[in-house]
């Protein structure tokens, strides 16, 4: 049963990707890339580390990787996402590799790499526990591992608009395929309890301040309905008319976050690192 399960949440994030990819950039990108100097400091990537970004999206902590001296590959399980990757200026210039992979199924033998990164990949994953074993695995003794994913709401602003939206016009509880909680690892508790339970030591949890600048809030209903996929589909699934009043009230709820430079969300992120042993 956990694998049809697992199986059928994967076909979900997956299939969602890859209809998403094109729209990631101009909808997350300015936010989640925010994190990546937090990232590379976590794992201590400068010149000479071998690194695998893992659920590498467009390429953005691969392509910082390089530019600081590391030997990059960075993997995905959406080839659409993969083709973005190798789209991105001047890749080919540094010691980068983008292609198809699958997190809890890496293809690399053990001891592969001194360094393992995944910036808001883990919620995306259908047995989070596995990836977090098979990047211990790949590592070499010494090792550093760090991931990144939002903070819970109300920390997270845009994901407390849109979900206290649907709550008030809508149906949470529409029919998506079974997958972990989507705030799971956002719960340091949990991390460290996951981490450990692998081998991993020496964690720690920092939080990265983050904020989402848009337009309007009209451009928060959007980037949610068309470069997310979880929060995509619950959206999508709504009747026109719960829609329609969603949509307005995320417009609302976000024009309250307007400064002179434009909205503002609030939108942190929690990132977790630690150490295979030596």
Not at 18 to 40: E, M, P, R
Not at 136 to 143: K, M, T
Request: hydrophobic share 45%; aromatic share 10%.
């Amino acid at each position: 049963m956990e694998n049809k399960l697992s199986n059928a949440f994967r076909n979900f994030e997956h299939e969602g990707w890859q209809k998403a990819a094109g729209q990631y950039d101009f909808g997350f990108g300015a936010v989640t890339s925010q994190a990546v100097d937090s990232l590379l400091t976590a794992v201590a990537a400068q010149s000479g580390i071998r690194l695998l970004d893992i659920a590498c999206g467009p390429g953005y902590v691969a392509l910082a990787a390089a530019r600081l001296g590391c030997s990059v590959v960075g993997i995905d399980f959406s080839s659409e996402m993969i083709l973005r990757a190798k789209e991105m200026p001047q890749h080919e210039t540094w010691n980068l590799e983008f292609c198809e992979g699958d997190a809890e199924n890496l293809t690399f033998p053990p001891c592969s790499f001194d360094a393992v990164t995944m910036n808001f990949g883990m919620l995306h994953l259908a047995l989070p526990d596995r990836a977090i074993a098979e990047a211990f695995r790949v590592l070499r003794p010494g090792g550093r591992y760090a991931f990144t994913v939002w903070d819970a709401p109300p920390k997270t602003a845009g994901f407390e608009i849109v979900l206290d939206a649907v709550r008030a016009h809508g149906n949470v509880n529409v029919p998506l395929p079974e997958g972990p909680p989507f705030f799971r690892f956002s719960d340091p508790f949990e991390s460290a309890r996951s981490l450990k339970a692998v081998g991993f030591e020496n964690i720690k949890m920092i939080v990265v301040p983050q904020f989402w600048r848009l337009k309007s809030g009209v451009d928060l209903f959007q980037t949610m309905r068309r470069a997310a996929v979880r929060t995509a589909a619950l959206l999508n699934m709504q009747s026109p008319e719960a829609l329609a009043n969603i949509e307005r009230e995320i417009s609302e709820k976000a024009e309250q976050y307007r400064t002179q430079a434009g909205i503002e969300l609030p939108m942190p992120a929690i990132l977790t690192s630690a150490v295979r042993p030596a």
